[in-house]
C-alpha cells in the first residue's frame, strides 16, 4: 500500500544533542512537507520541497535543517539551536500540481529530557 | 496571506446528538477548503475536500460542510455523532493561484463524544 512512513514514532533527546526524523514516501508525490505540532496551536510549518534538491523555509524553520537527496526522501534534524523541540512531528507529501490534498505519516514524538 | 480561525477548542456532545464544528478563513483570493481528522497519537486524515462545484461537501461517514463565501465559512456538521468520532478535527485553507501552494491550518477543534 501506498503512504508515508515516519521514523522512529518516540524519541527522546538530551538537551544540545542534535536528532533527525526521517520520512519516506512511496506515493510518487513531488512536493513533501514539515509540520509541528503543539497543543492548542494546530500545525505549523517547518520546511516544504518542491522537488529534489530544492527546499524552502516554512514559518518556524529556525533550529531545523532538511535535505531532499531523493524523490522519496525528506528527513528533518532537530538541531541543538532549537530552544523548545519537545513535539509532535508530522511529515505529509503531495502532488506538485493543483489542489494540495496532503497526505500525512503517522507522526513521531521528540521528547527532550 | 489566508488564515484559518477554528474558534471552539473543544466541543463536549452526547452520543446520537448533532453536532457543528466551525471554521472561518481570511483569504484576498479564491480558495481550496479541507477538514481533517486525528485520533490520537496518529496522523491527519482528510475527511472531507471543497474544490469546486457543489458548495456542500460530504464524507463517508456522515459528516458534511458547506462552503459559504459570503460568510467565509465552512463549518462541519453531523446530524447523529457517535463514540468513534471522538477526535481533534481541523479546517484548512489553501489559495487558489497557479503553482504550488501551501496549506494554512487552524488551531484544531477537539470533539468529545460520551454515551
Known amino acids: 500500500d501506498g503512504g508515508i512512513t515516519q521514523s522512529p514514532k518516540y524519541l527522546f533527546r538530551k538537551e544540545g544533542q542534535n536528532v533527525t526524523l526521517s520520512c519516506e514516501q512511496n506515493?510518487?508525490?513531488?512536493?513533501m512537507y514539515w509540520y509541528r505540532q503543539d497543543p492548542g496551536q494546530g500545525l505549523r510549518l517547518i520546511y516544504y520541497?518542491?522537488?529534489?534538491?530544492?527546499?524552502q523555509k516554512g514559518d518556524i524553520a529556525e533550529g531545523y535543517s532538511v535535505s531532499r537527496e531523493k524523490k522519496e526522501s525528506f528527513p528533518l534534524t532537530v538541531t541543538s539551536a532549537q530552544k523548545n523541540p519537545t513535539a509532535f512531528y508530522l511529515c505529509?507529501?503531495?502532488?506538485?500540481?493543483?489542489?494540495?490534498?496532503?497526505?500525512f505519516g503517522a507522526g513521531s514524538r521528540l521528547t527532550v529530557l | 496571506a489566508q488564515s484559518v480561525t477554528q474558534l471552539d477548542s473543544q466541543v463536549p456532545v452526547f452520543e446520537e446528538a448533532p453536532v457543528e464544528l466551525r471554521c472561518n478563513y481570511s483569504s484576498s483570493v479564491s480558495v481550496y477548503l479541507f477538514w481533517y481528522v486525528q485520533y490520537p497519537n496518529q496522523g491527519l486524515q482528510l475527511l472531507l475536500k471543497?474544490?469546486?462545484?457543489?458548495?456542500l461537501v460530504e464524507s463517508i461517514n456522515g459528516f458534511e460542510a458547506e462552503f459559504n463565501k459570503s460568510q467565509t465559512s465552512f463549518h462541519l456538521r453531523k446530524p447523529s455523532v457517535h463514540i468513534s468520532d471522538t477526535a481533534e478535527y481541523f479546517c484548512a485553507v489553501g489559495e487558489r493561484n497557479t503553482g504550488f501552494q501551501k496549506l494554512v491550518f487552524g488551531t484544531g477543534t477537539r470533539l468529545l463524544v460520551s454515551p
Open positions: 506515493l510518487n508525490h513531488d512536493a
Open positions: 471543497y474544490l469546486s462545484g457543489s458548495t
Open positions: 520541497s518542491q522537488i529534489v534538491n530544492d527546499f
Open positions: 505529509a507529501s503531495s502532488m506538485q500540481t493543483g489542489a494540495n490534498v496532503l497526505t
